[in-house]
């Protein structure tokens, strides 16, 4: 199975009408640099969004901004590591002096395989500060921001995955962090009184390098071959079985931040080939 990272094509962009979706309202992007991050930094931008992007490499944050612009978008990239505070201030900083920040995507992370008894606590650590710290850091800084634009409305959107939804072996702390983003969500909703939303999007696995690099580890730990791991576990339950794309995911945050979305209020986007509603024992 080819699970190489797609390009993105411009046809391949979900493009919606909003009048909140223009050059003055700013959309901060974490995880720019790759995967699901470059395609939202890229969707946003092509939907007319003043997108600032945040990663902590360079040169691929330079490269999604540069792509983003060669499709007519607006993008400007601050390289930032989440784990540090001052970056992530820095960052709202400077997105404010460019426009109202009204839209915020929380997607950088990490993943780490490893059993409960054998996962090294500085690992988890550092996924707490990059995966969850950081997205509660981000709406705090920004909530004030979007409160204070002209209609005083915007939302947070924050990638969660099926591990929001269900636990799999080896990955106690990927799956913590993705139940308490929906924890998270959902408090931001909940303080929001339907002007501030805040949603979820929860996929399977994606064709991104982050899913590549996990199959290695996955094939070790359950004593199978790398083409087991695809078939029986990424895509085992899947009733789909082909991996989506990250700029398929990246049009789920569009919608998400759209005029199209008003009643998605901590909700969660659950778009996963029916691994977890339709799951069966095989």
Sequence with gaps: MDIREPDIGIDDILVLHDSD???EHVCIVTGAGSG????TAVATAANGLMVVGLDVDDEAGNATQKMAREMGGQ????????????????????AAKLGAIKFVANIAGIQHIDAIDKFPMETYDHMQRLMLRAPFLL???TLPYIRKSENGTGAIGNMASIHAHICTVNKPVYNIMKFGLRALTQSIAAEGEGRIRSFTVSTGFIKTGLTLGQIPAQAKQRGISEDEVVTDV??????????????????L????????????????LLLDGGIVKTYAQK
């Excluded at 699901?36 to 395609?39: D, K, Q, S």
């Design 21 to 23: 979706f223009t050059a």
């Design 36 to 39: 699901i991050g470059r395609a």
């Design 139 to 141: 709406s705090k800084l």
């Design 75 to 94: 993008m400007i990239f601050i390289q930032t590591d989440l784990t540090r505070d001052a970056d992530v201030e820095h960052a709202v900083a400077e």
């Design 253 to 268: 945050f569009v919608f998400g931040f759209s005029r199209h979305a008003k009643y998605l209020i901590g909700g969660d």
């Design 234 to 251: 990424m895509m085992g339950f899947s009733r789909v079985k082909e991996m989506m794309t990250p700029i398929e995911v990246g049009n």
